[in-house]
């Protein structure tokens, strides 16, 4: 399940303009632009994630990411901080793998995404974790997500298998949804909190 056909393909010429190396840049200290990526197996939801935050839709028909999509978000923080998200979901399928640093280099957020039904994909999220840690940005923020939890009854993973590597590795952990939206605002809010803020001038 890709989510992901009524995605562009790629980002029109110029649009990650003004991010630093650490893929976050700012006009001000309130008003941040961060380039976020998604890693994960392929069918375990980034597309979906990514369409119910942005348009607050899911296409349980839709197609599967080919090479990656790009779309953006912006949200408000409860301090009047805003966040412009620029994301990457890129494809899970294996032939796509060699093409992932092209889109997570920089970037400063990385969402590690796995299907709570499905043991391989987590083993999955643990080799891009791994991956990013030997690749990735100094500082980047790291989230896994468990999805798919509306299938509590196809549940492989256990919740806790998902903290304690989180926690192992400086990430944070959530379970979502896409299919019934649970969580999927909460997890870029989480992100933003997270984010490191510009030293004013």
């Known amino acids: 399940m890709g989510c992901s056909s009524s995605l562009p393909d790629r980002a029109p010429s110029g649009r990650s303009a003004g991010l630093n190396s650490e893929g976050i840049g700012a006009a001000d200290a ?7 990526v998604l890693l994960g197996d392929s069918g375990v939801g ?19 990411t080919v090479g990656a999509s790009f779309l953006s978000q912006t949200i408000a923080l409860q301090d009047s901080t805003t966040v412009k998200f620029e994301i990457w979901d890129t494809a899970g399928q294996e032939r796509y793998a060699a093409l992932a640093p ?7 957020v990385a969402v590690v995404v796995y299907d709570i039904t499905s043991p391989e994909s987590f083993t999955k999220a643990q080799y891009w974790v791994k991956e990013l840690q030997k690749h990735g940005s100094a500082d980047i923020v790291m989230a896994l997500v468990g999805n798919k939890a509306d299938l509590q009854d196809r549940r492989e ?6 903290i304690d590597y989180a926690e192992k590795n400086g990430m944070f952990f959530i379970e979502t ?12 809010e989480e992100i933003a909190k997270r984010l490191p803020r510009p030293a004013l001038l």
Do not use: W
């Open 46 to 64: 980034k597309s979906c994630i990514v369409l119910r935050f942005v348009r607050g839709q899911f296409d349980p028909t839709s197609k599967v």
């Open 30 to 36: 309130k008003n941040l632009k961060v380039k976020l």
């Open 177 to 188: 949804s896409a299919k019934t939206a649970d969580n999927i605002n909460l997890l870029f």
């Open 157 to 162: 993973v256990p919740a806790q298998d998902g």
């Open 102 to 108: 092209l889109y997570y280099r920089g970037a400063g």
